[in-house]
């Protein structure tokens, strides 16, 4: 098993520790707070609930999560390391250097310094060239974007290593070719920032309002197409040049204090938190984590639906993590967590979803035949002609669940199917479904007889499923 180290186990080195674990990786863990393995606890909740609810295919097995009281001893044998202690440059550099002392000297030392240069962090270290910056954005099990920092002086063999790690555990590593202070993403939250503190404190408008201004406007543009190209819609036909030359002007024009820093004094710190506790502060963090997540899922998996954006690489991640059916009988051809979007009114799964779930079912297996996407490409395929659903329990988001299917009869052109939907938890069956399918040419759109070779699959299949039974 691969093993990641991670150093400070706050609010963003929990999510590390929990992408990493998720992704099966084993994961140590040094953070001197006594209350930390609690507090990273909470963060591990919500990641298991959540980060599965992205992925139609079966993820690895968790890798374990140990504490260790020294990080000599967490980064033992590590390939990875995070370093996610707080913003302090001088204890950045200090813990460097003890990591160094311990850890192989091949392994990517990572930090998660959202404003630090990676040459400041590499000042008095033994070995810079193993040093750089890979920036997450919270929570880190759900958000995809790393941005990884070199300095001149970082290996370019650890520099694709860290591409390669972050890759595999579903992220986008970015790079960032040239070292700058808060690197790319957090120069503009700044900005957001900066102007929104001056709002509130002029009284323009509350922390509420600009939270709405951002939530019903341009965030949700920019969560599936970015800045520039919804600018360059902006521009209609003639594109980005005709919104420069429109829209340019307004740059010298004084609608921002982008310049200026309001003073960060006790009043405009009260004026702030009061307004937020007015905003949110009846419910609880754990609440909003939980409402965070189940808005990020949806949005995540409508892009994933649409390829496009982050959505794009989950999809890709999600084909990578795909395996084999056993050969076993039955055969467990889904293995899942409901996802918050499949759900109804009455909090449990759509009715429409178990019939996506048995589908889903029907196409693992008609892989496992041969009848795959070369095969449909080819102009050949499967297609259900009745089913028979039976609800048999409730089943929730967040459940995990498994779909055993047998074969009923394979025979010419009929493809019958019983597929059990049961809880991961305890086996309770939630439902099952009786399918029947007929092989059709996809050029006249009629029945046909399948390729000898997906015939001899079937065939053989159905009579060692029979000969089980």
Known sequence: MKRAAIIGGGVIGGGWAARFSLMGWEVRVFDPDPEAERKLGAVMDNARRALPMLYEARMPEPGPVTFHGTMSDAVSGAGYIQESVPERLELKQ?????????????????????????????????????????????????????????????????????KEILTGIGMFPLHVRAEIDAHIAD??????????????????????????????????????????????????????????????????????????VPEFNDDLVDLIAGQSDAQSGDRTIRELERERDNNLVAMLRALKGQGKAAGRLIAAHDDSLRQPLEDTVPMVTVRRIVPVDWTDVNGHMNEGRYGQVFSDASEELMTHIGADKAYIAAGHSYFTAETNIKYHAETLAGEAIFVETRVLLGQGRKLRLGHAMKRASDGALLASCDQFLLHVSLETRKSCDPLPKVREAVERLAQRHEDAA
């Open 94 to 162: 200090k813990v460097y250097q003890t990591l160094q002392a311990a850890c192989d000297p091949g392994a990517v030392l990572a930090s998660s310094t959202s404003g630090f240069k990676p040459s400041e962090l590499q000042a008095i270290s033994a070995r810079p060239e193993q040093i750089l910056v890979a920036h997450p954005f919270n929570p880190v099990y759900l958000l995809p974007l790393a941005e990884v920092v070199p300095s001149p002086k970082t290996s370019p063999e650890i520099i694709e290593r860290a």
């Open 187 to 260: 120069r503009f939250l700044e900005a957001v920032w900066r102007e929104a503190l001056w709002l509130v404190k002029d009284g323009i408008a509350t922390t509420e309002e600009i939270d709405e201004a951002i939530r019903m406007g341009f965030g949700l543009r920019w969560g599936q197409m970015g800045l520039f190209e919804t600018y360059r819609i902006a521009g209609g036909e003639a594109g980005m040049r005709h919104f420069m030359a429109q829209f340019g002007p307004c740059l010298s024009w004084p609608w921002t204090k982008l310049m200026d």
